[in-house]
């Protein structure tokens, strides 16, 4: 219980580190762990990306589909807010080696808008925008009854069209397409069906804009179930 307790202890810091309005906030990356036809993962987390709720299916042994859901309605004070909603869906392969490897490639498009607000004496930041995003994530790890772990780098294209401030009261049109890598490690412990999850990563900008302010961590808790319902049905014919 001590690793999950300090783990929990530092999703406020990485909250309290992020970028003061950010204009985009990167959800969960997914981890669904599937393995073959029928298998259904379930996952709810909450971290600095707010709460994320995602789920995956195997339409084959190799083929798998996804949708995954983020939103944050955060308000510290008047003057340090963030609120986003954020929608996407994505199709793979996965595959299987020997007893304990998988991997996956997975690629897919979201959509969202994200809205933060922040005000000290020295600047004020805003940011109102709608993102859209394509991304393609390959991913790699292992597995058995009582633990996982995985390696996913995202590479996410964004499109972005909103309003921004920073110059304090002085809104302007924001328009621009950003490209973020995004490495994250998941590691999932419990039985076989059932495990809690923690996902550590970052997001970096590719394109080295200082005119775009983003959060740069990934850091969630969580559980997943996985189970096969139809593997389960054929044992009951």
Known sequence: MKPIRFISGLIPLFIFLQACAPAYVPNVVPSPGLHKKGDL?????????????????GISNHLGVMINGSYNNR?????????HGFLEAGLGYFSTEGKYINWSVFGGFGSGNY????ESNIITNYNFVNINRFFIQPSAGFYSNYFEGDLAFRLAFLSINGYRDGTNNNPERYKG?????????????????FK????GGMSFN???????????????????????PVMKRQAMQ
């Open 75 to 83: 308000t510290l004070e008047t003057a340090d807010s963030h609120k």
């Open 41 to 57: 993962a379930l996952s709810a987390h909450y971290g600095n990306s707010g709460f994320d709720l995602q789920g995956a299916y």
């Open 196 to 199: 809690f999850f923690f996902q």
């Open 206 to 228: 590719l394109e080295n804009s200082e005119y775009f302010d983003h959060d740069p961590f990934i850091m969630s808790l969580g559980i997943q179930v996985r189970f096969n």
């Open 177 to 193: 397409f950003y490209t973020m890598l995004e490495p994250a490690l998941t590691l999932k412990f419990g039985p076989e069906h």
């Open 115 to 118: 809205q933060s607000y922040f």
